[in-house]
C-alpha cells in the first residue's frame, strides 16, 4: 500500500479521531472514579502492586532489584515482573512531583498512563484495518467499545496487560503490511519488548513469527527485507533487553518472567529467523526456502525446548494446593465455557463473533493478509478458551474483520447494518452478558480491599499481617506492614504458609503463627469464598473467627461489627530465620 497524500490524509484523520476519542472517555471515566483515583485506590490488586513497584524504586530500591521485600517470608519475593511497564507511570510521577507534590502526581501517573496506551491501541487498530482495505474510522470506534479489552485501558489500570496488548497489536500491523526492512524491525522490536513484560502473549508472538517466515516463504525480495528486519531486531534486542532489564531474579529457576532461561530459549529460537534471513540472500526459490524454514525453523524449535524445558509450561510449578484453592478460583485463569452464561458471553461475545468475520473475511478475500490475521484471531480465541485472560486480545484482533462485515452489511439496508454495528461491538455484549446475570448483593465495604481496613492497619506498628491472598497488595501499598500472602504464584511459601494458618485447628494455627512471626492476623467476610463451607468448621482458625469465637491466643482490635476483623497476638511472636 502506497504513501500518498490520500493514504497520509486518513491516517491523520484516524489518528485524530483516536486521540480525540481515548481523551473523551478518559475524561469521562476520570470523572466516574474521582473519587477512587483521588485517593489512589486502583481497580486491581496488580496495579496496586506495580504502583508500589513504581515508588519502592523511586524511593531508592534499584532499578534492577524487582523483589517485593515486604511480601511473603523474608527476605521477600522476586517478582516476574519487569521495569519496563513502569517507566511511563515512574516518569509521570518524576515530572508532576515538584509542581504537585507526591501524592497528585502519582493520581496524574495512574490517569494518564493507561489513556496514552489507549490512545496508540486505537492508533494501530485503524492502521491495522486500514492495511486490510477496511475503515479506519469504523476500527476506531469498534475499537473504542470492544469490551472487556477496554476495561484495561481506563484510568488506574497502570498494570502490563494495556502495553502488551499494544505490542502485540503492532506485530500484527507490521505482519499484514507490505515487507519492509523496517516493517520486520518493529515486528522483531515488538516481540522482544512483548517478552520483556511478561510470556503472557507468547502463542500469539509466535503466530507473528510463523506469519513473517511463511510471507518470508512466498514474498521473494519483499519476504527477504521483512525477515532480514525481523531477525537482526530479535537477535540486538534480545541481546540489548539482557544487559537492560537484567533483573535481581535473572537467575531463578523459572520461564514466567524474563529470566535467563527465557533469555536462553528465546535467542535460540531467533536462530531460526536469522538463517532463513542469510539463506534469503542466496535464493528466492519458493522450495529451497521451504526446505530452509522447515530446518532452521525444527532445528532452533527443538534446541530452545530442550535448552528450556520449563518454557513449555511457564506457570506449572504452582503448589498443588495452592492451584486448588487459590488459582482455580482466579478469574482470568478460567476457561471461558466454564464461567457462567452471562459472563461468558461478556467476555467472549465479540470474540466469537469476531472470529465467525474472520473465517468469512479470509475465505472470500483470499489475501495473506486476512489469513494471518485469521491465525491471530484464532490463536486468541483458542486461548481465551483456555484462559479468558485471552478475550481482550481475541476481541481487538477481531476489529479489522468486524470492519470488514459492517461494510458488507450497509448496502443490505439500516437493519442489517444495525444489526451488524450491535453483533461487532463489545459494549452490546457486555449488556447482554449483564442482562444474563442474577443481581448481586450490592456491598460498600469492598471487603478485603476496603482502603478504610488499610488505614486502620496503618496505624498500627508495622508487623507482619496474615490475611487473605487479595488484601496483600491493598496492605503493601496503603501501609507499612510486611504481608504474607498475595495473588502471585512465586510466593508459593507465604501463600501456603497463610492458607495452612487459618486451616489448620486453633492450637496448630497459634504454632504456626508464632512459627512465622506473624504480628497481626486480618479477616474479612468474603476474603475466603474459595474455602466454601470449611469456613463453618469452627475447629478451623479461619471458621472459628468468622463465627466470632476469638481463641485465648489473639485479641480482636478492629472496631465491633467491623466488615474486616483485626487481630493481635497476645505475646509478641518469637521470630526464627526461615
Request: hydrophobic residues 55%; positive net charge; charged residues 10%.
Amino acid at each position: 500500500m502506497g504513501m500518498g497524500p490520500g493514504h497520509l490524509r486518513n491516517i491523520r484523520r484516524d489518528s485524530f479521531l483516536a486521540i480525540g476519542l481515548a481523551l473523551l472517555m478518559g475524561i469521562a471515566w476520570t470523572v466516574r472514579d474521582h473519587g477512587a483515583l483521588g485517593a489512589l485506590r486502583l481497580p486491581d490488586t496488580d496495579d496496586l502492586m506495580r504502583l508500589q513497584q513504581i515508588r519502592d524504586w523511586l524511593g531508592g530500591q534499584a532499578f534492577t532489584d524487582l523483589a517485593q521485600h515486604r511480601l511473603g517470608p523474608a527476605p521477600g519475593l522476586q517478582m516476574h515482573w519487569s521495569r519496563l511497564a513502569d517507566l511511563v507511570p515512574a516518569a509521570l510521577i518524576l515530572a508532576f512531583t515538584p509542581l504537585l507534590g507526591g501524592h497528585a502526581a502519582g493520581v496524574v501517573a495512574v490517569v494518564v498512563s493507561p489513556l496514552l496506551l489507549f490512545a496508540a491501541m486505537l492508533i494501530v487498530v485503524a492502521a491495522i484495518a486500514r492495511r486490510l482495505g477496511q475503515s479506519g474510522f469504523v476500527a476506531v470506534i469498534l475499537g473504542a467499545l470492544a469490551f472487556p479489552a477496554i476495561t484495561l485501558f481506563t484510568p488506574g489500570r497502570i498494570d502490563h496487560h494495556a502495553l502488551q496488548i499494544v505490542l502485540v497489536l503492532s506485530l500484527l500491523h507490521a505482519c499484514v503490511g507490505r515487507g519492509t526492512l523496517l516493517q520486520g524491525a518493529i515486528a522483531g522490536t515488538a516481540t522482544v519488548l512483548s517478552l520483556v513484560v511478561g510470556m503472557e502473549t507468547a502463542p500469539l508472538l509466535a503466530v507473528g513469527g510463523a506469519a513473517i517466515a511463511l510471507r518470508w516463504r512466498l514474498d521473494g525480495a519483499a519476504g527477504q527485507a521483512r525477515m532480514a528486519g525481523y531477525a537482526t531486531a530479535l537477535l540486538l534486542g534480545l541481546s540489548a533487553a539482557a544487559v537492560l532489564f537484567r533483573s535481581s531474579g535473572w537467575n531463578v529457576a523459572a520461564c514466567d518472567g524474563f529470566t535467563a532461561i527465557l533469555w536462553r530459549a528465546a535467542m535460540l529460537a531467533a536462530l531460526a529467523p536469522a538463517g532463513m534471513a542469510v539463506a534469503g540472500f542466496a535464493t528466492q526459490s519458493v522450495a529451497a526456502r521451504t526446505a530452509v524454514l522447515i530446518v532452521a525453523g525444527g532445528l532452533a524449535l527443538v534446541g530452545a525446548a530442550a535448552s528450556a524445558p520449563a518454557c513449555l509450561h511457564p506457570y506449572g510449578q504452582v503448589d498443588p494446593l495452592l492451584a486448588r484453592l487459590w488459582l482455580a478460583h482466579v478469574n482470568e485463569a478460567q476457561p471461558l465455557f466454564a464461567m457462567p452464561l452471562g459472563k461468558a458471553v461478556a467476555a467472549g461475545g465479540m470474540a466469537l463473533v469476531g472470529l465467525g468475520a474472520g473465517i468469512w473475511f479470509a475465505w472470500t478475500t483470499r489475501t495473506a493478509a486476512a489469513w494471518i490475521l485469521l491465525g491471530f484471531q484464532a490463536t486468541a480465541v483458542a486461548v481465551t478458551l483456555v484462559q479468558v485472560r485471552g478475550a481482550p486480545l481475541a476481541a481487538l484482533t477481531a476489529v479489522p474483520a468486524l470492519a470488514a462485515m459492517i461494510a458488507a452489511a450497509r448496502p443490505r439496508g439500516p437493519l442489517a447494518l444495525v444489526l451488524a454495528w450491535l453483533a461487532a461491538s463489545g459494549i452490546a455484549h457486555a449488556g447482554l452478558g449483564d442482562a444474563l446475570t442474577p443481581a448481586a448483593p450490592a456491598s460498600a465495604t469492598h471487603g478485603c480491599t476496603a482502603v478504610a481496613t488499610a488505614v486502620r492497619l496503618a496505624a498500627l506498628p508495622p508487623g507482619l499481617v496474615a490475611a487473605p491472598i487479595d488484601f496483600g497488595p491493598t496492605l503493601l501499598a496503603t501501609t507499612r506492614h510486611r504481608v504474607l500472602a498475595g495473588p502471585y504464584h512465586r510466593d508459593t511459601q507465604g501463600n501456603r504458609a497463610m492458607y495452612d494458618l487459618f486451616l489448620s485447628p486453633t492450637p496448630q494455627a497459634e504454632a504456626l503463627a508464632r512459627r512465622w512471626g506473624v504480628d497481626y492476623v486480618a479477616l474479612c467476610k468474603d476474603g475466603f469464598a474459595e474455602l466454601g463451607d470449611r469456613t463453618k468448621d469452627r475447629q478451623l482458625l479461619a471458621g472459628s473467627l468468622m463465627a466470632g469465637q476469638v481463641p485465648p491466643w489473639l485479641r480482636q482490635i478492629s472496631a465491633p461489627g467491623a466488615s474486616t476483623r483485626v487481630y493481635t497476638l497476645t505475646q509478641p511472636a518469637r521470630r526464627t530465620t526461615q
